[in-house]
């Protein structure tokens, strides 16, 4: 298994030779995104997940229902992000669009929600 630089390095290369062929938009681009913010995430990185991260929600309306819980989770992973770099505006925002899609998929009482008020109320 390669090591976590060489796999984000591997990302950016492919990003970048797609890029000259498929637009941020495409399902394959988006993708290699998400691998590149996870491999972030690992090498404790929350600029470069934020960076990939803010890439990937403009795209995920146009690949999943409205109130899909990837496009929630994707919500969720950005507003820790934000309150990780004390971007608590931002951070709320993105929980307040992440507790939206939960409420109609999950229902206004489920504990995710619960745990998630509790969560913003703490920052």
Request: hydrophobic share 40%.
């Amino acid at each position: 298994m390669a090591p976590p630089g060489e796999l984000l390095e591997m990302c950016e290369q492919s990003l970048e030779e797609m890029g000259s062929v498929f637009d941020d938009a495409n399902v394959y681009m988006v993708h290699v995104m998400y691998q590149a913010m996870g491999v972030c995430l690992y090498m404790e990185d929350p600029e470069g997940a934020l960076g990939y991260g803010e890439k990937i929600i403009k795209h995920y309306s146009k690949f999943y229902p409205p109130f899909s819980l990837n496009v929630s989770s994707m919500y969720l992973k950005l507003g820790r992000l934000y309150m990780g770099l004390e971007r608590h505006s931002a951070g709320v925002s993105a929980f307040k669009k992440a507790m939206a899609i939960m409420e109609v998929a999950h229902g206004k009482d489920h504990f995710y929600l619960t745990e998630l008020r509790k969560e913003m109320g703490q920052k």
